[in-house]
């Protein structure tokens, strides 16, 4: 075996939304061939495709069985790989393109939101070595009984990683519609100002947060495996956003972003009992259903009752209260379930906070300012997050965006 400089692009449903951009992609794709690279790319389905396809499913069934969803859902990437390599082979260049099974992409046997436990690298690996372009579904991959599984969404940026690991490449190139990561979602403020870099821990705070640009599982595979991240756009050529070690980085700054999540609600168990293992019983039971929860906050004790309240995803409201009112109350002994899906998440990252007083006192400023109410609050070493009514989420990022100064001069 020679030695090969890998790369790995991923390209998102916007940069292959339709043949002319397709053809763009295998433009760009070819030009780094012509560089020298070993070139693996992974691509996600066309536009808006994956969604025709849940709507299709719901008109077939209500409630369509995960595993047929998978099957389903995976003929969008597989549309995608095949015509990109179509417009790479009329560039004149080798080319393969391979399903997420093909390529050696091992899951778990969870469908829907499957993670990657292996990479087999041997099939890409000879491709390689002959001289193709190799283009990968992404959001895919196989499970040992032998079924295709989904990723989730945002599944093909942890494709991409994920190989760019297994093949020992150091850096992994994600194209989208935007040339970089911002301060906060551009289109949104457009004041807001492109970062040059940003260290890991930062990324995954703002892509758990709610920020659109990387999925937050395939920040972590960066990290665990020392890949450099590189968000740029695929319709110009503009330098984007490095994500990379924190040490690399010149310098901290307090905060260095602002993020949102409107797909939140709210649930809060009142009056059940304030004995050890209640708390067990309630979020083991949403485990068991793979349900997760963020922001956990428990009243203090009165009579020997509490109150306690959590958000979780506004997608999983309905599974989660239904488990909630119809098992675990009746179980641990309690007035009610309630729950409020009218809330949203707003938060700043940044690894400068640490050792900084202040800054959640600055934020809360902020948000006092436009009279928004907080009903939740959550701290790490990194960031702060408030819950506030979702009809307040606009003009709170703009107003926190610009109290920490984050407007692009």
Known sequence: MFSMDILVQKYGGTSVANPERIKNVAQRVVTAKNEGKSVVVVVSAMGDSTDDLIELAAQINGEPPAR????????????????????????????????GPQAGILTESFHGKARI????????????????????????????????????RGGSDTTAVA??????????????????VYTTNPRLVPEASKLKAICYEEMLELASLGAQVLHPRSVELGKSYGVEIHVRSSFNYNEG???????????????????????????????????????????????????????????????GRIDISFTLPRTDLRRAFDILQEKVIKQIGGKEVV??????????????????????????????AEDINIEMISTSEIKVSCIIKDTDIEKGVKVVHKYFSLDNK
């Open 117 to 152: 436990l292996d990479i087999n690298t041997k099939r890409v690996m000879k491709e390689l070595e002959e001289g193709k372009i190799v283009v990968v579904a992404g959001f895919q991959g196989v499970c040992r009984e032998g079924d295709i599984t989904t990723l989730g």
């Open 339 to 368: 729950f409020d899906d009218g809330v949203a998440k707003l938060s700043i990252v940044g690894a400068g906070m640490v050792s900084r007083p202040g800054v959640a006192a600055k934020m809360f400023e902020a948000l006092a």
């Open 68 to 99: 047929e969803m998978d099957m389903l859902l995976a003929t969008g990437e597989q549309v995608t790989i095949a015509l990109l390599a179509m417009a790479i082979k009329a560039l004149g260049h080798d080319v393969v393109s391979l399903t």
């Open 241 to 303: 956003t490095v994500v990379k070690e924190g040490n690399q980085l010149e310098n901290k700054e307090l905060v260095s972003g602002v993020a949102y999540d409107i797909n939140v609600a709210k649930i809060a168990l009142i009056e059940i009992p304030d004995k050890p293992g209640i708390s067990f019983k309630i979020f083991q039971a949403l485990a068991d259903e793979s349900i997760d929860v963020d922001i956990i906050v428990q009243s203090i004790g009165r009579d």
């Open 163 to 180: 190989l760019a690991a297994a093949l020992k490449g150091n850096v992994c190139e994600i194209y989208t519609d935007v040339d970089g």
